[in-house]
């Protein structure tokens, strides 16, 4: 059960967003971290997305500040994204938030 701190921090956390976040879980995605110089394909899968951005799980070690390609064919995506935050999440995958730009 989530005690009334945890709850005031999710509120406050929620407030601070610009748009609403939607569940989009588990859709696989491809990007890539220099679409110039390099041809390698990482896999990330969704777990939510809003106008701005959207999180992801992946096993590809990112920065913040770092920007990527993200493509997808199903929903049909192909956007330039900034990592703005890392997690680790367990031993294999990073949780990953991207915004947009």
Known sequence: MESSDEKNSNNLTENRRK???KDF???????V??????????????????NDGL????????????AI???????PLYK????RWVEKYDSFFYKVGLEFV
Do not use: M, W
């Open 80 to 83: 330039k994204a900034a990592v």
């Open 33 to 50: 971290l220099h679409p110039d110089t390099t041809y390698e394909i990482f896999v990330g899968y969704t777990l939510n997305l809003s």
């Open 69 to 75: 390609i993200l493509k997808s064919d199903d929903p």
């Open 19 to 21: 748009d609403q976040r």
């Open 55 to 66: 999180c992801i799980y992946t096993p590809a070690v990112l920065t913040a500040g770092q």
């Open 25 to 31: 879980s588990y859709i696989v995605l491809e990007f």
